[in-house]
């Protein structure tokens, strides 16, 4: 696609449920990227994809976070058993090549846990 | 990892002013980014620019990796420029900054 998409672009979610957010990176792109931006804070790393290998997941806040990029396209990030603080942005970016390459952005997906 | 910072942390101006903003970064880099953050927030990049000076309109940017900052140079601002400005540097993953929270008045 001509950009970065991702969906669903607003969930609320009860305090203990799974989500799952979605990312479609721009066509050809290797590099894919997440990112939580908490309210009136710059976006921080979750974790980084090479194609379908999960090359750095050094930023995911716990063991209840979990991202896949299967077929090396799509990306799903999930969470589950949502807490309060999980409430931010998740934005996903892609870059062509390395992941020192420009990263492109998508709108954000924005979790409201209750 | 890597520190990035902004300055300032937020500015306020005329409609038709210049203005200059700031960010340091503690490490070398093989990646700079400036991003706009628009109302809806979208991150929309303005220049990718590990080094050297870069100029698109009313926007330029430069960055001197020897010194680690670099400068976003904004000219006769119009209130659509109003939104969040951040800075990205990397040597592996993309650090942001905390922003830089723009406010042009008509």
């Known amino acids: 696609g001509a950009g970065v998409s991702q969906s669903p672009r607003y969930k609320v979610a009860k305090r203990g449920q799974d989500v799952a957010l979605r990312c479609d990176p721009i066509?050809?792109?290797?590099?894919l990227f997440w990112y939580q931006q908490a309210l009136g804070q710059g976006p921080e790393f979750l974790t980084y994809?090479?194609?379908?290998?999960?090359?750095?997941k050094s930023g995911l806040p716990s063991d209840r976070f979990f991202a896949e990029r299967p077929e090396g396209s799509v990306s799903t990030l999930k969470i589950q058993r949502t807490q309060q603080e999980d409430s931010a942005v998740y934005l996903c970016?892609?870059?062509?090549?390395?992941?020192?390459?420009?990263?492109?952005f998508g709108e954000g997906s924005r979790l409201t846990v209750l | 990892g890597i520190q990035v910072e902004q300055s300032p942390p937020d500015l306020i101006l005329q409609e038709g002013a210049n203005s200059t903003l700031r960010c340091n970064f503690s490490?070398?880099?093989?990646?700079l980014q400036w991003f706009h953050q628009n109302p809806w927030g979208q991150l929309i990049n303005l220049f990718y620019?590990?080094?050297g000076t870069k100029q698109n309109g009313r926007l330029s940017a430069t960055t001197v990796a020897t010194e680690r900052y670099s400068l976003l140079y904004i000219s006769s601002s119009q209130t659509t420029d109003s939104g969040v400005y951040f800075c990205?540097?990397?040597?592996?993953?993309?650090?942001f900054g905390s922003g830089t929270q723009l406010t042009v008045l008509p």
């Open positions: 990205a540097a990397s040597a592996r993953q993309l650090t």
């Open positions: 994809f090479q194609n379908e290998a999960q090359l750095d």
């Open positions: 066509s050809g792109h290797v590099s």
């Open positions: 620019i590990p080094s």
């Open positions: 490490d070398s880099v093989n990646n």
């Open positions: 970016a892609s870059s062509l090549g390395s992941a020192t390459g420009e990263l492109f």
